[in-house]
């Protein structure tokens, strides 16, 4: 409903799908401004409240989905939770279990809830990060839950080939989200994205383009099982 999320659906609307959007309650006024960007597009937008971290939410979600747009054919999995922490030891197990069930069980809820509607030709498209592959230093759940995000796109790309449905990853590095000045302090929020080559933070409309390039069959046909980087020009090993 904001962010990259938004840039996603609004330029998936510009390619002609219609889109639903998943979202918290509590985020009903994000929600409502992607709508209307994307009727401003001319698709039809379709809201549904819920809860990720619920595997019924998720099941129910997929299900008006189908009812009210007719099918499924891409499924985008974006919802994600961080909080910094300075010292691993304040770590708590409240916050530690809300990572994994936001970013990971959400991401497996969302796709065993979709399945049954995808067919050959499908796409699932996860969103992972810089930070499952480097790590961050104040970010150590976060960064586990990217981490197995990346795996997990890997093993369900093989799981999943011979049905003809691919599945990718798009791993953006420092992104200018809400997320950002949500979970970090206003002195790492000023510096966000400066130490890239690029000195700058990318924005969403820089990240959503990659996710429509992976969704279409005539470009990217052959490419499944993917974790695509969008980092600004960092240098990553391997």
Known sequence: ???????VAVLFAREGADIAI????????DARETREAILAEGQRAVLIPGDVCNYASCHYAVEHTVKELGKLDILVNNAAYQENVKNVEDLSLEQFDRTFRTNIYGYFYMIKAALSHLNPGSVIINCGSITGM????ELVDYSATKGAIHAFTKALALNLVDRQIRVNCVAPGPIWTPLQPA????????VHGQHTPLKRPGQPEEVAPLFVFLASEADSSYITGEVLPVVGGMPLGG
Do not use: M, N, P, T
């Open 183 to 190: 979970a970090k302090s206003a002195d790492a929020v000023a």
């Open 1 to 7: 409903d904001s962010g990259i999320g938004r840039a």
């Open 134 to 137: 480097q790590g961050s230093k």
């Open 22 to 29: 998943f979202y918290l309650e509590e985020e009903e006024s």
